[in-house]
């Protein structure tokens, strides 16, 4: 196997509080292959979305956060960058696609502003008109009619899916070799969330991006991942090829998530524990187990 | 019509229908309160004949609508009467002593806007540490004492035992002052290319209008830091992050623009409130503004002079608060398009 994009191994996260450390991540490990789409599903609470800050340098910026393990990207150890060098990785070799495109959009500034500012980052003489072309081209590869139109637009102009495409785009904008999608279009309708997740998985496969996709939501991880981690309560449960790990779910936690969608075909709302110990097992790397 | 128009217009045309009010309002309580204005101009020596005239010649027995009436058709011709205190047209009277309360009212609305705003953003970035707390404390104790006691205080502090400033008035007296173009002081050194008078009346200034700003100062680095602290929670602000924006950049422009929207309607109410309390700090200073003249003609029920001095105070605050709008509107996109999607 290649070198992975990213790997983290044994990485432990606490907060320091009051009343002594509170771990969040008891030793996570997982590693993205170049061009691989992973995803990494689990309830909330369960530590997704701190794996993603972490990832990207943010949380290292907080004061109360301990942070142990080994972080690489392409091949580089993050927690050995200054915090000016992991600030330079952000939004040129990695970014991130948020939860809800509208409110992560600036509400005072128009599309084609914080367009500029992103491209930006990769050239820094980059002028006006450049920018403008750069970003009508990339709205353009994520099927929005008008994009000059929508460049001049503020967030609050545009439909939820439409700023899910722009945030798409600008996520892709600078052709990182990262890309996290944390929970991408959970505020929006089902519908549209579908739309610009085919939009999105077309894109980042045509460009070879890996994606580090977050989500509680199996179905859409399902269709858009090559391999799955379940996180529960801070550690991975559960690990192996999506195929493999949805026709196989072995741990007992994997199995509740599953059975806990709701069917379309009726059955009324799944009753499950809200706790077991059950859940606790220890891990089951089907890649290990299950050789391909 | 553009938006910023259609705001303008929509924004005179409710100032105009406030100023009315406030001038039917104004107009009929200055002749509610007892007391008879001719027989307090001519003093308790006049005979009773005298007392009749004068109220004849002012009309002051007719109907308070015939009486309006009248004032508004003067009004329309820019005439607001003649002051019994001074013996002049009020239009004169206001004309000499408006602009030295508008120079300080300006200046401490500067200092207001320079210090409050650049303070709560200090404190917003550095919430939880010593010069957060220090910030807090400060601007708690400039909004909780009232202007005229701070004016107290730092004549006190900063004119008296430390003889730093000049105790009271607009400009030494040893000086000869500018001939008078504008009124305002500070231009009119300007203009007249006096820049020693100038630097004079500005150490003149100084204190008066700290004072008169201090509790505006207070309330906008409040105001700044309760809302930068909320916009800095904001998921655009984490995706500003994400893309390794540098932080002061973050605070500069992402942060501190949506912040601003909300404590510029403060300030603009604050800028008001000190047109009212510089009477009191121009009293304390001995500042030769409006406030004398005010004081003097509410006591002497000087009917025509009060009317035409509230009605100043009330045209400038809604001057300030048209200008506010347009500067929200303009940081505000939102505001800007609601304006234009209205039928």
């Known amino acids: 196997m290649s070198d992975p994009i990213l790997s983290l191994r044994d990485l432990k996260l606490g907060f320091k509080t009051y009343e002594g450390l509170v771990e969040v991540l008891h030793g996570i490990s997982l590693r993205i292959g170049r061009g691989e789409k992973v995803a990494l599903v689990g309830e909330s609470g369960s530590g997704k979305s701190v794996t993603a800050r972490i990832i990207l340098g943010l949380l290292q910026e907080l004061k109360a956060a301990r942070i142990s393990g080994a972080i690489h990207f392409d091949g580089a150890d993050l927690e050995k960058l200054s915090r000016r060098e992991r600030q330079a990785l952000r939004g040129t070799r990695m970014s991130m696609i948020f939860q809800d495109p509208t409110s992560s959009l600036n509400p005072v500034f128009p599309i084609h502003v914080q367009f500029h500012e992103v491209l930006r980052r990769m050239d820094r003489n980059l002028t006006q008109k450049q920018g403008m072309q750069r970003a009508i081209s990339l709205l353009t590869d994520v099927s929005i009619p008008e994009p000059e139109r929508v460049l001049q637009a503020y967030a609050f102009q545009l439909s939820g899916g439409m700023n899910q495409r722009v945030m798409i785009a600008m996520a892709l904008a600078n052709e990182p070799s990262l890309l996290i999608a944390d929970e991408p279009g959970t505020a929006l309708d089902v519908t549209v969330q579908a739309q610009t997740l085919h939009l999105m998985r077309d894109l980042v496969v045509r460009k070879g991006t890996s994606v580090l996709f977050i989500s509680h939501n199996l179905g859409v991880v399902r269709e858009f991942a090559d391999r799955v981690y379940v996180i529960y309560k801070g550690r991975i449960v559960e690990h192996g090829p999506t195929d493999t790990l949805f026709s196989k779910p072995l741990h007992p936690y994997t199995k509740a998530l599953m059975a806990a969608v709701p069917r379309i075909t009726g059955g009324g709302i799944p009753d499950i524990a809200e706790n077991s110990e059950a859940f606790l097992d220890p891990m089951i790397d089907h890649e290990v187990e299950v050789p391909a | ?343």
């Open chain 2, 1 to 343: 019509m553009s938006p910023v128009v259609q705001l303008l217009a929509k924004r005179l045309s409710i100032s105009v229908i406030v100023l009315i009010g406030v001038s039917m309002l104004i107009f009929a309580i200055a002749r509610i309160i007892p007391g008879d204005p001719a027989r307090i101009a001519l003093g308790p020596n006049a005979t009773a004949e005298q007392v009749v005239q004068l109220r004849d010649k002012l009309h002051l027995d007719d109907s308070i609508i015939v009486q309006y009436a009248n004032f508004v058709s003067d009004f329309a011709r820019g005439d607001l009467g003649i002051s019994l205190y001074t013996n002049r047209p009020v239009t004169t009277d206001i004309a000499q002593f408006l602009p030295a309360t508008l120079e300080l009212v300006f200046v401490a609305g500067l200092f207001m806007i320079g210090f409050g705003i650049p303070l709560g953003i200090l404190s917003a970035r550095h919430r939880g540490k010593a010069a957060d707390n220090v910030v807090r404390v400060l601007s708690l104790l400039g909004v909780s004492a009232p202007s005229f006691v701070w004016a107290v205080i730092l004549m006190l502090l900063f004119a008296f035992f430390l003889p730093i400033f000049p105790i009271a008035g607009q400009i030494s007296d040893t000086l000869t002052v500018p001939p008078r173009m504008t009124g305002f002081l500070l231009f009119d050194c300007l203009l007249a290319g006096d820049l020693r008078a100038f630097a004079d009346a500005a150490h003149h200034i100084v204190l008066p209008a700290f004072a008169l700003s201090l509790s505006g100062i207070g309330q906008a680095a409040r105001l700044t830091r309760a809302n930068m602290i909320e916009t800095y929670d904001k998921p655009y602000i984490e995706m500003a992050r994400s893309y390794g924006f540098p932080e002061q950049r973050i605070a500069r422009r992402y942060a501190f623009r949506p912040s601003l929207i909300p404590s510029l309607t403060i300030i603009g109410l604050d800028f008001a409130a000190m047109l009212g309390n510089a009477f009191l700090v121009e009293a304390v200073y001995a500042w030769p503004g409006l406030s004398r003249y005010g004081v003097q003609v509410i006591l002497r029920k000087d009917l025509n002079a009060i009317v035409g001095t509230v009605l100043v105070i009330s045209a400038t605050f809604l001057v300030v608060n048209i200008i506010v709008d347009l500067l929200i509107a303009f940081i505000n996109p939102r505001i800007r398009y609601a304006e234009r999607s209205r039928p």
